[in-house]
């Protein structure tokens, strides 16, 4: 059952080694990760697995890491060799700042059904008794003119919703959240909070966001449910 969750972003310059001089334009971002992450370690759930967007459905152990290699950093995160994306890393490093260790992992694509992210989710929520969820995700990249995608209208609606969603702790409107339209809006979150909808289904979590900032034009939140 699922028992308490934390939703991250995962853009790279969260790493204050990729932001460089700009790292404490995100502190605060940071530091409310930590807030929303360390609170899983407060669950003292029995498994702690991690969700992010990933090139095709994958699950990982415990022992996968992953790398900044793709952003022209040599900076590894967990056992070599790398194999998670920068979601799943992010998610462990995340983790790791606040002395947990993920049991597992789960990649899911960007055109994950909506159906299939239900599924995968409730039996993420099934395998113990107790289950914590680290749901990495941003929002979309198409909201001002600073963002890396062309303008579009509907991207800060879209993300005003996710933020109402998340800080109410409800699933069904993560579930009901349209892939066409987050396809559009370029939100890389949606397939992993629809995972964190289907496993939170049936369940009675009290949601509170933590952050929600577009600092580059994109779309970032955190939340705590538990």
Do not use: K, N
């Amino acid at each position: 059952m699922l028992i308490a969750a934390a939703v991250c972003p995962h853009p790279p310059v969260l790493f204050p080694e990729i932001a460089q001089g700009a790292a404490p334009d995100l502190d605060g971002l940071r530091a409310a990760c930590d807030r929303a992450v360390a609170r899983l370690g407060d669950a003292r759930a029995e498994r702690l697995v991690v969700v992010g967007r990933g090139p095709a459905e994958r699950r990982f152990g415990p022992d996968a890491g992953g790398d900044l290699a793709d952003f022209g950093l040599a900076l590894g995160v967990g056992p070599a060799p790398a194999v998670l994306d920068v979601a799943a890393t992010t998610g462990r490093w995340l983790a790791e700042r606040v002395g947990l260790t993920p049991d597992g992992y789960l990649e899911v694509p960007a055109d994950t059904a909506p159906e299939r992210a239900a599924v995968l989710g409730a039996e993420i929520a099934g395998s113990a008794e107790r289950v914590a969820l680290l749901v990495t995700g941003d929002g979309s990249a198409r909201r001002t003119e600073h963002s890396p995608g062309r303008v579009d209208d509907r991207a800060v609606p879209h993300d005003d919703a996710v933020a109402e969603a998340l800080a109410a702790a409800d699933h069904a409107r993560l579930a009901a959240l349209d892939p066409v339209l987050a396809g559009d809006l370029m939100v890389a979150g949606r397939a992993a909070w629809q995972v964190l909808a289907g496993a939170a289904a049936g369940s009675s979590l009290t949601g509170e966001l933590l952050a929600y900032e577009a600092p580059y034009g994109v779309g970032y939140f955190v939340a705590a449910w538990t």
